[in-house]
T-cell receptor
Framework: DVKVTQSSRYLVKRTGEKVFLECVQDMDHENMFWYRQDPGLGLRLIYFSYDVKMKEKGDIPEGYSVSREKKERFSLILESASTNQTSMYLC???????????FGPGTRLLVL | KQEVTQIPAALSVPEGENLVLNCSFTDSAIYNLQWFRQDPGKGLTSLLLIQSSQREQTSGRLNASLDKSSGRSTLYIAASQPGDSATYLCAVPLMDSSYKLIFGSGTRLLVRP
């Protein structure tokens, strides 16, 4: 059974803190994604990675960075958290474009 | 530019009813179309993936159809149950190297006991 896990379900951070969100998949997928989901705005792609140490910007990369040192792990980093980064963060992975994207359970981040 | 639209935004039906959710997309050049379910506060669960060469895909009480030429897909849910209550999203991948999914805004379904 396929599985994508995220390090936290809920996080509360202060403005200016550095925040790490981790995503791990056990399916040996090459492609991994970070989305954020906000009411009225839907899902928006932040970054994606198609191989180890490779990364590409999505639609809204500002204020975020990513790291993919191992195939199974894709980390999203908020260098200096701001209140407008309060959101639901969703990680996904897929082997190929013609296959299903599998999503993790999400991390709800609140920045105070 | 690919855009995905889902109508209606919300739907409330009595238990046992058969229902259809709609998804439309502007660019008919797609690899596939994916239907997801999202429960409140949770991640997305993949329901069905229908390839561009397919007309239908079935899983249990769910049936997804695809009409590329008209830019439409439907998700048919037979004999709805309260446990089907969730938001249903459709998505298509961009036809470039990004593998990025373009999502509709979803249909929020409530099945009343």
């Amino acid at each position: 059974d396929v599985k994508v896990t995220q390090s936290s379900r809920y996080l509360v951070k202060r403005t200016g803190e550095k925040v790490f969100l981790e995503c791990v998949q056990d399916m040996d997928h090459e492609n991994m994604f970070w989305y954020r989901q906000d009411p009225g705005l839907g899902l928006r792609l932040i970054y994606f990675s198609y191989d180890v140490k490779m990364k590409e910007k999505g639609d809204i990369p500002e204020g975020y960075s990513v790291s993919r040192e191992k195939k199974e792990r894709f980390s999203l980093i908020l260098e200096s958290a701001s209140t407008n980064q309060t959101s639901m963060y969703l990680c996904a992975s897929t082997r190929r474009r013609v296959e299903t994207q599998y999503f993790g359970p999400g991390t709800r981040l609140l920045v105070l | 530019k690919q855009e995905v639209t889902q109508i209606p935004a919300a739907l409330s039906v009595p238990e046992g009813e058969n229902l259809v959710l709609n998804c439309s997309f502007t660019d008919s050049a797609i690899y596939n179309l994916q239907w997801f379910r999202q429960d409140p506060g949770k991640g997305l669960t993949s329901l069905l993936l229908i390839q561009s060469s397919q007309r239908e895909q079935t899983s249990g009480r769910l049936n997804a159809s695809l009409d590329k030429s008209s830019g439409r897909s439907t998700l048919y849910i037979a004999a709805s149950q309260p446990g089907d209550s969730a938001t249903y999203l459709c998505a298509v991948p961009l036809m470039d190297s990004s593998y990025k999914l373009i999502f509709g805004s979803g249909t929020r379904l409530l099945v009343r006991p």
